[in-house]
C-alpha cells in the first residue's frame, strides 16, 4: 500500500438526504452508536450512553475542550448591501481572519457595519481567498459577539437551532473555534462522571476548529490538497497523563478528529506527546501509523472530506466505506447532530501499514 495516490472518489459513499440529521436528539447521549472492533471485525449497534461498557479502568479518554464563537454575522455596506462574515482565526487582539460571502463585495479597504457597536475594514486577502480585517468596537469584544453574532451551523442544516447550547460540548471552556468538535456532542455530565467513576482518566486538549476541518476536497488527487492551519495546545499535564498511560500499556481513546490531529500533531516519532502549542496543517489518510491514539469516538463524516480519510486511516478504506454503509442500510443519522462510531481494537504492530502523512506544519 505504500505510495498508494487515493483519489477524493475513492472516499466517495451515497448517503440519502434524509439521513442528514438537522436537529439534535434528547438527551445528548440518546443518540445511536455504531461499534467496530479492529481486531475482531465485529460490528455491534447501540445506544451513545453504551459507551461505558467500551472503556476499562486505566483507559485515557481525550477531549477537545474549544468552545465555539457565535461567529457568524451579518454586515452592511455603505450603499446598503449586504455581507456574510464568518470568523476563522484570531491573529491578534482586533485583526481576524475571516471568510467573506459573497467575497466580490468585500475588496480590500473596505469598511462595513455590523451594529451600532461593530464594524470592520478589510486590510488583506490570503492567497486561498480569506479576508484579513480589523475590527473597530465600543465595549469587550467577546460581549459584543455574544449580542450580533450567531452559530455557525454547517449549510447542510437547514433547521433553525432552538438553543444555541447544544453545538457546543458540556465540556467547552475556551473560545476560539468555528466549528463544534461534533463527536463530543453526545456527552452529558452525568455520562462524564459515570466515565470517571469506572477508573477512566478524561485528559483535556485544545484544537480551534476552523476552515481546515470542513472545506472540501477540490483536487482529484488527494495528496495535492493543502490543509488550512489550526491552533492547538496540549498542557504538561495532559502530556504527562498520556506519555504515563502509553508507558504502561493503557489505550488512549480520542473523543473526535480534532483530538487525533491534536495528539498526533504533538507527538514525536519516538512516541512522547509534547506539551506546548502550535499551528497544525496535520493531513492524516490512509495507509498512516497512528503514534499515540488507539480507539476514537466519531461522527459520521461528508463522503470525500479529510474527515473521512482521517478515520480511513484508523480502519483502512474499503472497512470504512462498508461500515458507512451498513449505517446508511441501518438508518443512522449522519453528519454533526448525527449519530456516532465508535472504533476499538488494536491492531498488531507487524501488521501496521507504513506510515504515509502529509504535513506542511
Not at 461499534?35 to 447501540?46: A, D, I, K, L, S
Not at 451513545?48 to 464563537?69: E, H, I, S, W
Not at 476563522?88 to 469598511?111: I, T, Y
Not at 458540556?170 to 473560545?175: F, L
Amino acid at each position: 500500500m505504500e505510495g498508494v495516490r487515493y483519489k477524493k472518489s475513492d472516499f466517495y459513499y451515497d448517503l440519502p438526504p434524509e439521513l442528514i440529521a438537522q436537529t439534535p436528539v434528547e438527551p445528548r447521549d440518546s443518540s445511536r452508536l455504531l461499534v467496530y472492533n479492529r481486531q475482531t471485525q465485529q460490528t455491534e449497534h447501540r445506544i451513545f450512553r453504551d459507551v461505558c461498557g467500551y472503556l476499562k479502568a486505566g483507559d485515557v479518554l481525550v477531549v477537545n475542550n474549544t468552545k465555539v464563537l457565535p461567529a457568524r454575522m451579518f454586515a452592511r455596506t455603505a450603499n446598503g448591501g449586504v455581507v456574510e462574515i464568518l470568523l476563522l482565526k484570531r491573529l491578534d487582539k482586533d485583526k481576524w481572519e475571516v471568510l467573506c460571502k459573497p467575497g466580490k463585495k468585500c475588496a480590500v479597504g473596505k469598511s462595513f457595519k455590523i451594529s451600532d457597536k461593530l464594524s470592520f475594514t478589510v486590510e488583506d486577502i490570503t492567497d486561498s481567498g480569506e479576508r484579513i480585517v480589523r475590527f473597530d468596537y465600543c465595549g469587550v469584544f467577546e460581549n459584543i459577539l455574544e449580542e450580533v453574532g450567531s452559530m455557525p451551523l454547517p449549510p447542510y442544516i437547514k433547521e433553525k437551532l432552538a438553543d444555541k447550547n447544544r453545538y457546543q460540548t458540556v465540556y467547552a471552556k475556551t473560545d476560539g473555534s468555528a466549528a463544534a468538535p461534533t463527536a463530543g456532542l453526545h456527552f452529558t455530565p452525568e455520562l462524564m462522571q459515570k466515565i470517571r467513576s469506572a477508573g477512566v482518566e478524561i485528559v483535556e486538549v485544545l484544537l480551534h476548529v476552523g476552515l481546515g476541518t470542513f472545506r472540501p476536497v477540490k483536487e482529484d488527487i488527494i495528496t495535492d490538497h493543502k490543509m488550512h492551519g489550526e491552533y492547538y495546545e496540549v498542557s504538561a499535564r495532559a502530556a504527562e497523563t498520556i506519555n504515563r498511560a502509553k508507558s504502561e500499556g493503557r489505550r488512549v481513546i480520542a473523543v473526535g478528529t480534532t483530538s487525533v490531529r491534536t495528539l498526533e500533531s504533538a507527538t514525536g516519532d519516538d512516541g512522547i506527546i509534547k506539551a506546548g502549542s502550535g499551528e497544525t496543517h496535520i493531513f492524516i489518510y490512509p495507509p498512516y501509523k497512528f503514534k499515540c491514539v488507539d480507539a476514537l469516538i466519531t461522527n459520521f463524516h461528508l463522503p470525500e472530506s479529510t474527515l473521512v480519510m482521517l478515520v480511513a486511516a484508523l480502519t483502512g478504506r474499503e472497512k470504512i466505506l462498508e461500515l458507512y454503509n451498513t449505517a446508511v442500510r441501518e438508518r443512522y443519522r449522519f453528519f454533526s447532530f448525527g449519530d456516532a462510531m465508535l472504533i476499538v481494537g488494536r491492531i498488531d504492530e507487524d501488521k501496521e501499514k507504513p506510515q504515509d502523512i502529509v504535513d506542511k506544519g
